[in-house]
């Protein structure tokens, strides 16, 4: 699949999103009011702020969009394109969609599909592109299972967790901005942090306290829901009575027994329901061609 074909998949998949201000907007601002301030010294600080690693600005929602995009690109060219069942990719939308209007993030647009891949796995890239892949989607028997999977990429979204990781790469030493603005003026550099940030969520994983972090709290996503909370934790244990508890099954996870011992946790310490529901029937229905 070649860049301009990916490039049809991906405006297939969503819609643009709506441009909010990004950092360079935010730096300006500060630079005004210190202006204003009469503190030379201030506005000197403010200014010099973003050239140091340990002191970078927030990633605004446009950079975080252009990222996201771009990972995007990657994730769905890596995996073999998206799987084109437009009623099932509307079903497992409107789950993602119920589950991301819980989460801390519920004000941007959030977009998943489903990668035509064999393996078990799930992906999210910044600005709210989750992929499931039709391997992992097969292991999964009911609607609150998959809101808990949702949930935990959804959970990286709204945790920033690429974007942290991205934020303290020594690519980006020097710099105030990952987005737009970056890829306008030195696109080599851009595709560089681009493929620095795709080979850490493909290939090498997350810090495994990102990754029990986005399972507790997407756990705790998709309980507002209403959604049975020890469903995550059933899908959890049949994966790794299905292939072990080993990392490389999951090689962009924890072992499975840390996760399941992470969830129950959160489902004790939160108190979430274990009653809720799980809309079995309706999930065999919507996935039975999958």
Same mark, same amino acid.
């Given at each position: 699949?070649n860049? !301009?074909s990916?490039?049809?998949?991906?405006a297939?998949?969503?819609?643009?999103?709506?441009?909010v201000g990004?950092?360079?907007?935010? !730096?300006?601002?500060?630079e005004?009011?210190?202006r204003?301030s009469?503190?030379?010294r201030?506005?000197g600080?403010?200014?010099?702020a973003?050239?140091?690693v340990?002191s970078?600005l927030?990633i605004g929602?446009?950079e975080e969009s252009?990222?996201? !995009?771009?990972?995007?690109?990657q994730?769905?060219?890596r995996y073999g394109g998206?799987?084109?069942?437009?009623?099932?990719v509307?079903?497992?939308?409107l789950? %993602?969609?119920?589950?991301?209007?819980t989460?801390?993030r519920?004000d941007?647009p959030y977009?998943?599909?489903?990668l035509e891949?064999?393996?078990?796995n799930?992906f999210?890239?910044?600005a709210g592109?989750i992929?499931v892949?039709?391997?992992l989607?097969? !292991?999964i028997r009911?609607?609150?299972?998959l809101a808990a999977?949702?949930?935990?990429?959804i959970?990286h979204v709204?945790?920033?967790h690429?974007?942290?990781?991205?934020?303290?790469s020594?690519?980006?030493a020097?710099?105030?901005?990952? %987005?737009l603005s970056y890829?306008t003026?030195n696109?080599?550099a851009?595709?560089?942090?681009i493929?620095?940030a795709?080979?850490?969520?493909?290939?090498e994983?997350?810090?495994q306290e990102?990754e029990?972090?986005a399972?507790?709290v997407?756990e705790?996503?998709?309980?507002?829901v209403?959604?049975?909370?020890e469903?995550?934790?059933?899908?959890?244990?049949?994966?790794?009575?299905l292939?072990g508890?080993d990392?490389?099954?999951?090689k962009?996870h924890?072992n499975?027994?840390?996760?399941?011992d992470?969830?129950?946790q959160t489902?004790r310490a939160?108190?979430?329901v274990?009653?809720?529901?799980?809309?079995?029937?309706r999930?065999?229905?919507?996935?039975?061609r999958?």
């Amino acid at each position: 699949m070649n860049m !301009q074909s990916n490039r049809r998949v991906l405006a297939s998949l969503i819609a643009l999103s709506m441009v909010v201000g990004g950092c360079a907007e935010v !730096q300006r601002a500060a630079e005004d009011v210190a202006r204003q301030s009469g503190n030379p010294r201030l506005a000197g600080a403010i200014h010099g702020a973003g050239n140091v690693v340990g002191s970078l600005l927030p990633i605004g929602y446009e950079e975080e969009s252009s990222i996201g !995009q771009a990972m995007a690109l990657q994730v769905v060219a890596r995996y073999g394109g998206v799987v084109d069942q437009p009623e099932l990719v509307r079903y497992v939308n409107l789950v %993602g969609r119920a589950v991301a209007n819980t989460s801390d993030r519920p004000d941007i647009p959030y977009h998943v599909a489903i990668l035509e891949h064999e393996s078990i796995n799930a992906f999210a890239a910044p600005a709210g592109y989750i992929f499931v892949t039709r391997g992992l989607l097969k !292991q999964i028997r009911n609607e609150a299972e998959l809101a808990a999977v949702l949930g935990h990429e959804i959970a990286h979204v709204s945790e920033k967790h690429i974007l942290d990781v991205i934020q303290r790469s020594k690519r980006l030493a020097g710099i105030t901005e990952a %987005g737009l603005s970056y890829a306008t003026s030195n696109p080599a550099a851009f595709k560089n942090v681009i493929d620095g940030a795709v080979k850490k969520l493909l290939d090498e994983g997350l810090d495994q306290e990102k990754e029990t972090d986005a399972d507790t709290v997407g756990e705790v996503f998709a309980a507002r829901v209403g959604y049975d909370s020890e469903a995550y934790v059933g899908l959890l244990t049949r994966l790794r009575d299905l292939k072990g508890d080993d990392r490389a099954f999951f090689k962009t996870h924890p072992n499975f027994s840390a996760r399941i011992d992470a969830v129950q946790q959160t489902i004790r310490a939160k108190h979430l329901v274990a009653t809720g529901l799980l809309l079995q029937e309706r999930f065999t229905r919507m996935t039975k061609r999958i």
